[in-house]
Structures are given as C-alpha cells and as structure tokens.
C-alpha cells in the first residue's frame, strides 16, 4: 500500500499508539489533540510522556490543534475519542470533510445517554452514504506502540472499505482482517469493559484463577444474549474482537477496567479507584448504557446487572459476588 495522509483525532494512549505505528510503516500521520497545553507539551517533547512515555514519535508524525485544518486536509480519518465524545467530535468535523473521507474509529461504546452503537451514531451523523469502519480486537495501546505483534478486525458494513482500510493499516507486527460484522465488535468491545472490572473486583477479592475464568466464560454468554437483540450470530463473538478482546481486557493489568475491579475488590470507592487510574475508564460509561438497553429488553445479565450496582448504587463488591454464587447455587444453571 502506497503511504498515505492520516488524520489521527485524539491524543489519548490508544490515538497516539495508533498514529506512531502508522507513521513507522511511512504514512504521513497529523495527531490531532484538543487540549492546547497537552498539544504544545507533545511537540516539544515529540513523545506522549503523559500516556506512552519513552515512545518517541517518528520524523512523518505531526501534532496539530486545528480540528477544522486537519480534517480538511486529509480523506483517511480515524477517530480515537471516548465514547461520550464520539457524536460531538464527528459533528465539529462534518463541515471541513472531504467529498471522498473515509471515517474509521478505535472507539469503543454505546452512546451516553442513547444507547447506539458507534456506527449508527457516524450515519445519524455524517449521512448513510459515509463510508465508515471499525478497528477493533485484542490490541493494547502500549504494545502497539511498542511495535509488539497485535491483531485486530476492520469492521465495515462494505467489505470494499473494511479491506481498503485494513490494507492501508497493516503492517508485519499490526495484522488487520476485513469483515462485515461491525455490529458484533461493537457490542463485544463495550461489554467486555464491564466485564473486565467483574474479573478485577473478583481478583481483588482473592477468588483466584477458576473464578476468572468462569466470570470470562459466563460473561461471554452474557454478550451473545445483548447480541441476539441485534441479531447477532453467536459464532459472530468468537473471533479478535469478541472473545479476543474480552480475554485480554480481563487478564491483564494494562487494562484501565480490570485495574479499576481490582481497587475496588480491594475496599477503595469508586471515586478513589478513578482517581488512582487517571484515565477515562470507558466500562463505567459502558455498565449505565448496556443496563438501560437490558432493563428496556427484559434481558437478564446479572454480571453486567451486579457490577452496575457496584458503580452505581454503592452495592458492596463481596455482597455483589455473594448473589452470583447463590443465584448460582439457587438454579442449579449457569448465572446467565
């Protein structure tokens, strides 16, 4: 693939991972960021000290503060915003965009406060002609930008952009595989967030290995049911961006969601686990959206439904995984 001009929206870990792996394979990269301090503070530093230190940023990376320049002067734009700011970043964009842009995004969620999904929120946006694609899959920041072997999907509902944009990404250490199953990565990519704190609450509560386990085995049961509301196949959340990334996110300490169960398996309050993490932690946003979306379906998720009590109406995490295991014991069946 011939190098290209990428507009990368967000300086965040992942956005910055994202543009400094792409800008090694010798596409011209512009890192967009919003804060005007934290812009100055990379192109003086020409690293991420703050998210990736000790990544230093290649000579075809740029940064830049202009929202409106950089989309305007670029057709390949990939969004790496959380979740809440998704709708708002897509809407400042809208007026400097190119008649041919193609739209791809890291972001991972349901929308705050109306429950869609990251694609329905990118054609209710920008229009149905868009042309749009999601990159997700077990992938974290700092091993991307440690140029660390990863694999993820590129979801579109055109499978000729999904393999345009993953030719364009790809490289011998970022394998990426077109696909058409946008709807299934999006739910798996938010749910798993909420799972990865159960599986944090649950280590930090010393219950071991084999409760790790089958948090992550029933939690997957618990995504193929929220999917069959989309009419998702179960097999659609075996592959990178389901079970992969739900793997991943759950066993290891690079995952913001994971770290935040484990503090708060551990006796800190939400607020403290938060603080201590410094990070947006996008599962809390995830647990409030997927808990309307159940309550509204009359579907039962009692892991996602107990770890929403959790952050939202102060229930004890021990009292918390105390009902799972006798819901457990009470049915004679799996919690989900």
Not at 148 to 157: K, M, N, W
Not at 280 to 301: F, P, T
Request: proline letters at 4%; one cysteine or more; a negative charge.
């Amino acid at each position: 693939m011939m190098p290209k001009k990428i507009a990368v929206l967000g300086a965040g870990s992942w956005g910055t991972a994202m543009a400094i792996m792409m800008a090694r394979c010798g596409h011209q990269i512009t890192l967009w960021g919003h804060d005007p301090a934290h812009v100055e503070k990379l192109t003086q530093d020409h690293c991420n000290n703050e998210f990736l230190p000790g990544t230093d940023f290649p000579d075809t990376l740029s940064v830049s503060g202009d929202l409106a320049l950089t989309v305007s002067e670029h057709t390949f734009l990939m969004v790496a915003v959380p979740s809440y700011a998704f709708r708002e970043t897509l809407l400042k964009c809208q007026p400097h965009l190119a008649k041919d842009t193609i739209l791809t995004w890291v972001t991972k969620g349901f929308e705050t406060g109306s429950g869609l999904l990251t694609h329905e929120v990118a054609l209710e946006t920008l229009g149905e002609n868009m042309p749009i694609a999601l990159i997700s899959g077990p992938s974290f920041a700092l091993e991307v930008a440690q140029g660390l072997p990863t694999a993820v999907i590129v979801a579109s509902p055109d499978i000729a952009i999904a393999t345009q944009v993953a030719n364009t990404i790809r490289s011998p250490r970022f394998l990426a595989f077109p696909s058409m199953s946008i709807v299934s990565a999006e739910i798996a990519g938010s749910m798993k967030n909420i799972l990865a704190i159960a599986a944090g609450i649950s280590d930090g509560l010393g219950y071991g290995a084999n409760a790790r386990a089958a948090l992550i085995t029933l939690g997957l049961t618990e995504i193929v049911q929220l999917g069959k509301i989309y009419a998702c196949s179960e097999s659609s959340f075996l592959g990178l961006a389901g079970m992969g990334d739900l793997v991943l996110t759950c066993t290891d300490n690079k995952s913001r969601n994971r770290r935040l169960g484990l503090q708060l398996g551990q006796g800190k309050t939400v607020a403290e686990a938060k603080n201590s993490i410094g990070q947006e932690v996008e599962g809390i946003h995830a647990a409030r959206e997927v808990h309307a979306i159940c309550q509204k379906q009359s579907l039962d998720v009692p892991i996602c439904s107990q770890v929403y009590r959790i952050l939202y109406d102060g229930l004890s995490p021990d009292v918390a995984v105390r009902y799972l295991l006798t819901r457990a014991q009470k049915t004679g069946a799996p919690l989900g």
